[in-house]
């Protein structure tokens, strides 16, 4: 028996099951349905729950990692003694929340912040050397201010708590700049120190969650070890930073 030759382009034009029209919820001959593959049986609500799961596994996510950085700076801080362990401890966990809130969250906390934390320790004990006895200035004034009386207390209150929140904005922007810039101490404290004056509007943002951040934590103290430093580094570094993209942005 002659064997005739078959055409394969004609295999698929016979073999095809005929065309549906969309919204047809039956399945082809052959093949089995499954519970959502057809409109009005079940799919969009899949579609809704599995989106629902990706959106709290990645608020899990963000949550998990700032509890951690929170730990990870709490625990930089004291290897150092405060003295010489905050601003290192700041510039390391402010590394990890900047990638957080860029999409690109790390998988090795531990090993990336004292990898950060040993490389920048000497630059960023020396830029922030000038905050500790700024500060210690700040807190003997205020303690002074307790005992004044009449309307000069008043006067001297006000004058403190300015001084408070311009130091409280300059730290916060510092910490912003070394981490994205490696300028000079003098060129880098310049900029800093007049920043409050440059972008009054970001800088009363980060009051604001400064403000919130300390009332949060002193009515519910738990949260102080938990998020009480990662959180609000987290909000106003990104407030900083996208001042910073935008001055950026003007001198190109």
């Known amino acids: 028996m002659s064997v005739v030759p078959v055409d394969d382009r004609d295999v698929p034009a016979r073999h095809a099951p005929p065309a549906r029209p969309r919204g047809d919820g039956t399945a082809p001959t052959g093949t089995t349905g499954r519970a959502g593959d057809h409109p009005g049986t079940g799919g969009e609500t899949d579609g809704q729950v599995g989106g629902w799961a990706g959106r709290v596994m990645g608020v899990l996510r963000v949550v998990t990692q700032v509890v951690g950085i929170n730990a990870l700076v709490l625990l930089g801080t004291l290897a150092g ?138 009515a519910l103290p738990v949260l102080g070890p938990l998020v009480g430093v990662a959180l609000p580094l987290l909000a106003t570094g990104w407030l900083v930073d996208h001042r910073l993209d935008q001055l950026d942005a003007r001198t190109v």
């Open 81 to 218: 003694l405060v003295v010489l362990g905050l601003f290192p401890a700041l510039d390391a966990g402010g590394r990890l929340l900047a990638r957080l809130v860029a999409g690109e969250p790390s998988e090795h906390l531990w090993r990336e912040f004292w990898s950060a934390y040993r490389s920048g320790w000497r630059r960023l004990n020396l830029l922030g050397a000038p905050a500790w006895p700024v500060g210690v200035l700040l807190y003997l004034d205020l303690a002074v201010v307790r005992f004044a009386q009449g309307p000069v207390s008043a006067v001297l209150t006000a004058l403190v708590l300015a001084l408070g929140a311009w130091f409280a904005v300059v730290v916060v922007t510092l910490v912003a700049v070394a981490r994205r810039y490696d300028e000079p101490f003098g060129r880098t404290w310049r900029f800093v120190a007049l920043f409050p004056l440059l972008s009054p509007g970001v800088s009363l943002g980060v009051l604001v969650v400064l403000a919130a951040v300390t009332v949060s934590v002193l």
